[in-house]
């Protein structure tokens, strides 16, 4: 498969929906997408100001700085210690990352790639761009022999599901079996709200609790976008096996997928400073608080959704009916069906709108119920 084999982009199918939802008197409520709505914190902002005469070539290892900052966080933030600045990549964004990891490992016809059964889409995209199978499965009994990409994404998107160290470890455990490299796409960690995960750290694939202490085959994609909104900046970083780093490493020099100079150093302010995380996090915890009831007395069930920037709802019957019935309310979601074929009946609702914008969309979900 190539480039020109890829199905039409799936958001373009909500258009209509979103002229409805425009329609509405009090104007529309975009819950659509997951893009942050709030300021890139001054902090980061300055460091990307004094850092703007980049007149030479980046590495694409990043700067010792930056990579000594990821190795820190990781220790201060997620409970992983034992790595070093080997073990660590900024990356463009983690999007690319998912989207190229299969051909960056050498993936190609005959190979399968497994990814969660609620999953955003480029985890297949990236399977299909280099000829493997996408599968779907979270149980690792039914991973194929020929699986060489296991991808694991907690907290997830869209189900806002996370994965405790006993079912990291089992994913850890099946991918070594098969030969496989797991990858933990773990971009909404630092946004935990049920218990426990509203009190205690939610866990890495490379925390040593699943590792032991052995990163053999292990890797954690982790993105500044959403704890410190920095989406327009394309500021994320891998982390893992330093045999596995190494290579991609290689290919990305090649490649010329280089985070520019400026946003190195805004990274490297971001990641030293935990108070601005704290504080957004804070926001997303009012929406949601705002939200999720008055998506519930709307008449939807919320299913896991215990952390992440999105709510996982269902009313019981096809997507594309809820958003359309949502349109007509002037809010805005994503139908289930945009993230693979097994629940159809589920809606996405971020949390990433104003509070005013929150605020309007749930007195118009309590007048609906």
Known sequence: MGVADLA????????????????????????SIGSPVDETPALVRDALAAATDAHAYPQTMGTPALREAIVAWYARRRG???????????????KELVALLPLLLGLGPGDVVVHPRA??????????????????????????AATRLVWVNSPGNPDGRVLDVPALRSARVHARELGAVLAS????????????????????????????????????VYSLSKQSNLAGYRAAFLAGDADVVGGLLTARKHLGL?????VQQAMEAALA???H???????????????????????????ASEAGLYLWATEGRDAWESVGRLADLGILAGPGHFYGAHHP???RLSLTATDERIAAAAARLHGAG
């Open 8 to 31: 039409d982009y799936p958001w373009d199918a909500v258009a209509p929906y979103a002229k409805r939802a425009r329609e509405h008197a009090g104007g529309i409520v975009d819950l």
């Open 80 to 94: 992983v210690t034992g790595l070093g600045t080997e073990n660590v990549l900024p990356t463009v964004g983690s």
């Open 119 to 144: 999953a955003y889409p480029t985890y297949e995209v990236g399977a299909r761009l280099v000829g493997a199978t996408p599968f779907a499965s979270d149980d690792p009994a039914e991973w194929p």
């Open 185 to 220: 796409d773990e971009c909404y960690a630092e946004l935990g709200w049920d218990a426990p995960w509203d009190e205690q750290p939610i866990p890495s694939a490379l925390d040593p609790a699943v590792t032991d202490g052995d990163l053999t085959g292990v890797l954690s």
């Open 258 to 262: 280089m985070l520019p100079w400026p």
């Open 273 to 275: 400073d935990d108070e």
């Open 277 to 303: 995380v704290a504080r957004q996090k804070e926001l997303y915890r009012a929406r949601r608080a705002l939200l999720k009831p008055a998506v519930e007395a709307a008449g939807f069930r919320v299913d």
């Open 345 to 347: 009946n589920h809606v």
